[in-house]
Each structure stands twice: as C-alpha cells, then as structure tokens.
C-alpha cells in the first residue's frame, strides 16, 4: 500500500508543461530566478519614490521608478496607478510612442480604469500631433524615423489613426468618441481617401445623433460620395448617396446651413443631371441596336423623373427623331428560326 501512496504522489506532482517555454511564461520565470519576481513592499517604495519625483517635474527619474512598481505587483491596482503615471511620464517628456504604448497596456489590462477619461484625451492629442506632423512633412510609410522621438519609428499617419481609434475602442460613449470620428474622416479626406471618408462620416452620422459635428459630417459625407462616383457606366450606389445626404441637409439643417446651401442645391441639382445622363446611356445604346422600344422606354423615363436636365432635352429629340420606328428590329435570320420551328 506505501508503494502506491508513493507512485499516485509521482503522479500528482506538478510537471513539465509546454505552456513554460511560452515567452511570457519563460520571462517571468527568469526574472524570479534573478531575484526580480513580485515584491509589493518593493513596488510600494518604489511608487512612492516616483510620486516625488512626478511632483517635481522630474519625468525621466519618476518614469523609471514606475516601471519598476508595475513590473514588480502586477495584477493590482498599484500597476495600474504606476502604468498610467509612467504613460504620463512619456506624454509630459514627448516620448508619444512610448507614451501611447503604455496607455494601450493599461486599457488592456484595466479597461474599466478610472484614468480611461485621460488616457483617451492624450491619445487624442497624440494623434492630432501626428496627424499635423505628417501633413508638413510627409513621408512614405516604410520610410523610418531614427531622429525623433515624438514620432513613431514607420507610418506617422497610419499611428495617428491609430490613437483616434484607440479613443473610438475604449471610450466609445465618451466627450472625444465622436470627436475622433470625425478626425479619422478628415484625415482621409484631406489625403484623398474620399471612400474611408465616407465611412467615418456615415459612422458618425449614424452613431452619433446629437454630435455637434452632424451638419459637417453630412456636408463631407456629401462631397466624398460625390467624388467617389466615376461616371454612367460606372455604379451608381454612390450618386444615389449623394443625392439622399443632399436631400437630408435641406430637410434637417435648413436654417443652419447658410452659404453652403447654394452648394447642397448645386450639387443637389447636379445628381439629377448625372442620373439623367445615365438613364440617356442606355437609351442611346438601345436605339444604337435599333431596339427602338426599350430606348423609347428609357426616354420617356427621363421626361417624367429629370424634365429640367440637358439630357431630357436631347431625350425629347431622339423620341421625335424615333418615331414610327418598330419596337423590336427585324430578325436578320428569320428563315433560320422559321426552319427550326416548322413542325415535322
């Protein structure tokens, strides 16, 4: 019987498991062999040295005590105090990137943090500072930074995108949410980006009602559909867009948009035009096969819906140019069809 206690007890120990070469695992465990495992009194006094020292401005000094707090009690809320004073250490010393990488590890972490108002401000300033920082000097995203620490190493405005959205993820019901919406919308609308644009703008549209940025999320969501589309004979989802947010402007905004209401009703006026143009597209293309009917159908379509456009004015000339002409052209191989359906 001792001779089984003793096996079930080699059985029962713990033993190695995969899970220990695990990166994680395997840097934990060599810092508690060299004696830097957790230690709350050390993370405590180390703490509180950094407190001093942050009131004193001294960020640099006060920024490696707080490393050593969290890294020393993890899993508590003395890391997350340290993180976000060492964050703060970063933001008040330029470190952005490092900076916005501490903040992320706490909102990982504590995404519940009391600091989440503040860390979702400073990574809104952050992306507003590269953001600027890439519209005067910009580079190609695989181009490295090696000179300046206010920025991150490849693609400055790829990471300020990347802090609005960081705001957007952790603070979705916050006072910048809506904000940063519509800072990720003008980014991309000033590169160009007219279709990314357009989403945010519907985003915003959408998910924030009673945004203070409602008229101009609906003027640029307007202009970006409206670059966007590329012409007849391409899709029209995007013209059909435009014209629905142009409508919306004048029904929802009509006392608040003032200049740009000449613009709304242009561009409003505009649609109309193009949409006429594509319906006389596929008339001509009909009449061109001598499909007279179909072209007659599609001219008249455009007399009743576009009557004010210049292509309703050439429709109403082809219809008097067309007339008499038969519905369907005359069956070439007649003869042919005749032959195969002749019964036996």
Known sequence: MPAVESELEEVEKPGFSLEDLSPENVYKNTKVMLGYGPDEKIAKAAFQEGEALYAQKKYTEAAAKFKTAASRWPDS?????????????????DQYP???DTFGQLLKKYDNSRYLDTVASRQFNI???WEKQYNEHPAWPVVPNLTDKTRPWFDTFGNAIKAYEFVQMYDPTGPLADDSVMAVGNAYFLKGRYEDAAFEYDKLRKDYPKSPHQLNAHLLAMKAKREIYQGAFYDATPLEETGKIADQLLTQFPDQLGPEKSRVLQTRNEVDQQKAARDLAVAQYYEKRKQYGAARYYYRAM??????TEPARVAQARLEAIKGKPDKPPERFGWLVDLFSTKD
């Open 77 to 93: 809320p003395l890391e997350e105090d340290a993180l976000f004073y060492l964050g703060e250490c970063y933001f008040f010393t």
């Open 127 to 129: 992306g507003r500072f």
């Open 98 to 100: 490092k900076a916005q």
């Open 303 to 308: 007399l009743k819906e576009y009557p004010n």
